[in-house]
T-cell receptor, first 116, second 111 residues
Framework: DTAVSQTPKYLVTQMGNDKSIKCEQN?????MYWYKQDSKKFLKIMFS???????INETVPNRFSPKSPDKAHLNLHINSLELGDSAVYFC???????????????FGQGTRLTVV | QQPVQSPQAVILREGEDAVINCSSS?????VHWYRQKHGEAPVFLMI?????EQKGHDKISASFNEKKQQSSLYLTASQLSYSGTYFC????????????FGTGTSLTVIP
């Protein structure tokens, strides 16, 4: 069984379109994340959800919106896609220890988004 | 807030050793290390907690100097399978809302 799975693996779309990327984890973790990895391989955190509450929201355009129907799922919706949104998007999950550092994060296989 | 890693890239021959450094401008509670192979997702290697501990598994070990807000990853007797990009991840708070990945170090091991 795949621990963290995200779909689709590849997504090619035109500028201005709206798209979604889905993520599911079966590890029982209480924290899920979305990361963006650009062409220079920098991993930048976009969102973090802990028990369905947003706990990090970096300086991400509001065209990006995370949606978490339950703690096993964290989907990413992107409106009005722009060329600069092209990147690999990773979903991840971890178990956040109470009042302590988080445990290791498990990553999905990534979604390569190409905006043309 | 993003930790800085050095070197940016390194090429090794099989059997050689390497050190990758991770430096943060903030006081840290923990440091994580991940390896990402080309076209794949990052994979967890180890976590070091506040207290200046050192950890290792196989021939990869790491240290965490909380006073200097630095961590180092040591790869000894490198193997071809060690090739990839290594990222440190740092936590600056107990609430988990200040976790950032470092700038990455590309490691290539050649025969």
């Amino acid at each position: 069984d795949t621990a963290v799975s995200q779909t689709p693996k590849y997504l090619v779309t035109q500028m201005g379109n709206d798209k979604s990327i889905k993520c599911e984890q079966n590890l029982g973790h209480d924290t899920m994340y979305w990361y963006k990895q650009d062409s220079k391989k920098f991993l930048k955190i976009m969102f973090s959800y802990n028990n369905k509450e947003l706990i990090i929201n970096e300086t991400v355009p509001n065209r990006f919106s995370p949606k978490s129907p339950d703690k096993a799922h964290l989907n990413l919706h992107i409106n009005s896609l722009e060329l600069g949104d092209s990147a690999v998007y990773f979903c991840a999950s971890s178990h956040k220890r109470y009042r302590g550092p988080g445990t290791e994060a498990f990553f999905g296989q990534g979604t390569r988004l190409t905006v043309v | 807030q993003q930790p800085v890693q050095s070197p940016q890239a390194v090429i090794l021959r099989e059997g050689e050793d390497a050190v990758i450094n991770c430096s943060s401008s903030k006081a840290l509670y923990s440091v994580h290390w991940y390896r990402q192979k080309h076209g794949e997702a990052p994979v967890f290697l180890m976590i070091l907690l506040k207290g200046g501990e050192q950890k290792g598994h196989d021939k990869i070990s790491a240290s965490f100097n909380e006073k200097k807000q630095q961590s180092s990853l040591y790869l000894t007797a490198s193997q071809l399978s060690y090739s990839g990009t290594y990222f440190c991840g740092t936590e600056a708070s107990l609430t988990g809302n200040q976790f950032y990945f470092g700038t990455g170090t590309s490691l290539t091991v050649i025969p």
